[in-house]
């Protein structure tokens, strides 16, 4: 099989945008967002849905992708989705990105993986993981590689799908957060009910809300 050169590989995207990190750990720096097409799983409070509707992407090389990118004059990316994952080239996208000097953060449910990432340099890439409900399934080759463990505290979650053995070196850093689910203040409650739980068992954890839905950024 003849092997496409790597600038030639193509990747479905939905949207390409300059906004600010409006959750987790990096909030408030300014991103690139690159957001691809397609997701396996169907969340009831996805406010992506546009992302998987078949209709809303255009086609694009990988050189195209950056090429875009590069006109916002920012240094770091933020490859989302729906599901960055779903996108069989992505491993090529972001090998690209970090050839050309950019920080790579992949926000992902965590439930698929791609073998190409193993032989990636992986300094510069950021895994942030929001397992979803109902089962917080989360790929067992992802896991060594996540850099940020964030959940929506929403009715369906308890301790029991953060206090995991699968997560232990991830539990023992402070990159756990806590997303009170479309910020409602019922939520913010039980995440401080988590929070304090966690605490028990030596765990810190950070409560942050989408802080760019509070300023009605993209
Ligand atoms: S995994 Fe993310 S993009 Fe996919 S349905 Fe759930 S919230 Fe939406």
Redesign the pocket.
Known sequence: MRLLKKELYKVKVVEIFRSVEGEGKWVGLPVVFVRLEG?N???SW?D?AY?YDGKSYRELSVDEVLEEVSNFNVRRVCIT???PFFSKNLHILVERLVEDGYTVFIQT?GTLWNDNFSSLNWGKIYIICSP?PPFYFVHKNLIPYIRELKFVVDENLDLSHIFKDDYRDILKTDVVILQPESNRKEMVQKALGLQDKLLRFGVESRIIPQCHKLMNLP
Request: proline share 0%.
């Open positions: 997701c799983l169907r969340c996805c992506t992302s989705g729906g599901e449910n979803k």
